[in-house]
């Protein structure tokens, strides 16, 4: 007889805690496939919505296998960006866009919605050496609270010679949880950025997950130990 001073015996899980269980496990591996592969579709529909009406009929491949074919408008796509971006490395190709571009200066309103895209595009699309190049920890919004941040570049111009810090500044992105698209450029001493072994990724994963996902966390679908 047991009594009140007995140790309960270890109790397995019910079933309703190991259905529960696996149903998270399952969400967990589904969720991410699943956003993943509705955003890829969702692009390739979008593209194939703006580009296929562009294109005669005679030369769609619907016309001679009788079904649409999704990805179709993407192909086009790609093959006219990398014909414009080949003509446009010519001297022909940038007479013409240089041409193009001083018609359209002279636009009041167009020229500043051509000019804002334009400088937008050339950021997103910008080459590998004008990436973030490590990821830091600096003491913001006072000292004492930490947040994560992307170093960019060295400070230069009239920022680094007007600002009287004595030493190297540091241009910092700071990121938005859980959208770190948008966020806050600071100007930081050297020595007041802390830079981290992790990767940017790695940082990047952290800021979106609100500091769930940590650097070489174990897998989450994986029982615990």
């Not at 309703?16 to 967990?28: D, N, P, Q, W």
């Not at 294109?55 to 014909?83: A, D, K, M, S, W």
């Amino acid at each position: 007889m047991n009594t009140p001073f007995d140790e309960e015996p270890h109790r397995r899980p019910g079933l309703f805690a190991r259905l529960r269980a696996s149903f998270l496990t399952g969400i967990v591996v589904i969720t991410p496939v699943w956003l993943t592969l509705w955003l890829i579709l969702s692009v390739v529909g979008w593209i194939d919505s703006a580009v296929l009406p562009l294109i005669p009929h005679q030369f769609r491949p619907e016309q001679y296998v009788g079904i649409n074919l999704r990805g179709v408008g993407v192909v086009f796509f790609l093959i006219f960006t990398i014909l414009v971006g080949w003509i446009a490395k010519g001297i022909l190709g940038r007479s013409l866009i240089h041409f193009a571009e001083s018609l359209v200066n002279r636009m009041p309103v167009v020229r500043s919605v051509y000019s804002g895209i334009k400088q937008i595009s050339e950021t997103v699309f910008a080459q590998t050496e004008r990436s973030f190049e490590k990821a830091c920890l600096v003491q913001y919004p006072r000292r004492g609270i930490w947040a994560i941040g992307f170093v960019s570049t060295n400070a230069k111009g009239e920022i680094n010679k007007k600002t009287d810090t004595g030493g190297d500044l540091l241009s910092v992105f700071i990121p938005t949880t859980p959208n770190p698209t948008s966020g806050f450029l600071l100007f930081f001493p050297e020595e007041d950025v802390m830079l981290l072994d992790m990767t940017i990724e790695d940082a990047a994963k952290l800021v979106i997950s609100a500091g769930l996902v940590y650097p070489n966390e174990k897998d989450p679908t994986q029982p615990p130990e």
